[in-house]
């Protein structure tokens, strides 16, 4: 399984970040040592002292596809969820300042939280979800999915370009504006149109 994650999707998360709009999607990567285990604690690793919660929807992988095209795309994944791309900002910060890869900073243990799958068939509109982050129940980040730069169909038809989607693998969209360090005994939970689909504590 791997986890496919789109950078910059959000307008007002590059203005934060003062990063340039891409003229395509940016992708990298996660392990699958990087999934956190269900219900589990993230502790903060120790290389680190800035990570960031960066609140996305996730799209499940049901079939093997390649150039898949965007019209066919939505036959690739049945479920959707909410998830968390943890990001060590200042080891990613040198990184990006350098030039180079920025795995160390984003697929480290635990640096994937993947929250319970939802059919995609109970929503209406895949392109109008609501979802957002609390941190110690006080709204962090809030998002709508109309508000992506590329749209799910899409960043299936970009990504399968480059990588064979197998069954299982997951995508990342990217995070709406709000990004913002955790520091240890936060909480933090998801929330997809106004279901909690994830929940953990910082330690
Ligand atoms: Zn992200």
Same mark, same amino acid.
């Not at 969820?81 to 900073?105: I, M, V, Y």
């Not at 110690?136 to 064979?164: C, H, P, R």
């Given at each position: 399984?791997?986890?496919?994650?789109?950078?910059?999707?959000?307008?007002?998360?590059?203005?934060?970040?003062?990063?340039?709009?891409?003229?395509?999607?940016?992708?990298?990567?996660k392990?699958?040592?990087?999934?956190?285990?269900?219900?589990?604690?993230?502790?903060?690793?120790?290389?680190?002292?800035?990570?960031h919660?960066?609140?996305?929807?996730?799209?499940?992988?049901?079939?093997?596809?390649?150039?898949?095209?965007? @019209?066919?795309?939505?036959?690739?994944?049945?479920?959707?969820?909410? @998830? *968390?791309?943890?990001?060590?900002?200042?080891?990613?910060?040198?990184?990006?300042?350098?030039?180079?890869?920025?795995?160390?900073?984003?697929?480290?243990?635990?640096?994937?939280?993947? @929250?319970?799958?939802?059919?995609?068939?109970?929503?209406?509109?895949?392109?109008?979800?609501?979802f957002?982050?609390?941190?110690?129940?006080?709204?962090?980040?809030?998002?709508?999915?109309?508000?992506?730069?590329?749209?799910?169909?899409? *960043?299936?038809?970009?990504?399968?370009?480059?990588?064979? *989607?197998?069954?299982?693998?997951?995508?990342?969209?990217?995070?709406?504006?709000?990004? @913002?360090?955790?520091?240890?005994?936060?909480?933090?939970?998801?929330?997809?149109?106004g279901?909690?689909?994830?929940?953990?504590?910082?330690?």
């Amino acid at each position: 399984m791997k986890i496919i994650c789109i950078g910059r999707n959000y307008t007002e998360h590059i203005k934060e970040l003062a990063n340039e709009r891409p003229e395509e999607p940016v992708v990298f990567i996660k392990p699958d040592s990087a999934v956190l285990p269900k219900e589990q604690d993230f502790y903060i690793p120790e290389f680190t002292k800035d990570v960031h919660h960066e609140v996305e929807v996730l799209v499940k992988i049901c079939k093997v596809g390649k150039h898949i095209i965007e @019209g066919f795309a939505h036959k690739y994944y049945d479920e959707i969820s909410l @998830g *968390l791309d943890f990001t060590a900002r200042d080891l990613q910060s040198k990184l990006k300042e350098k030039g180079l890869p920025w795995e160390k900073a984003k697929g480290f243990d635990g640096a994937a939280v993947i @929250g319970k799958w939802l059919p995609k068939s109970d929503f209406k509109n895949l392109n109008n979800l609501n979802f957002s982050l609390l941190k110690n129940n006080e709204i962090v980040q809030n998002g709508n999915t109309g508000l992506m730069l590329w749209k799910i169909d899409e *960043l299936i038809a970009y990504v399968s370009k480059f990588f064979t *989607l197998k069954k299982g693998d997951i995508i990342f969209t990217g995070t709406p504006a709000g990004v @913002g360090q955790i520091t240890t005994n936060d909480y933090l939970s998801g929330r997809l149109e106004g279901q909690e689909l994830f929940a953990l504590n910082i330690k």
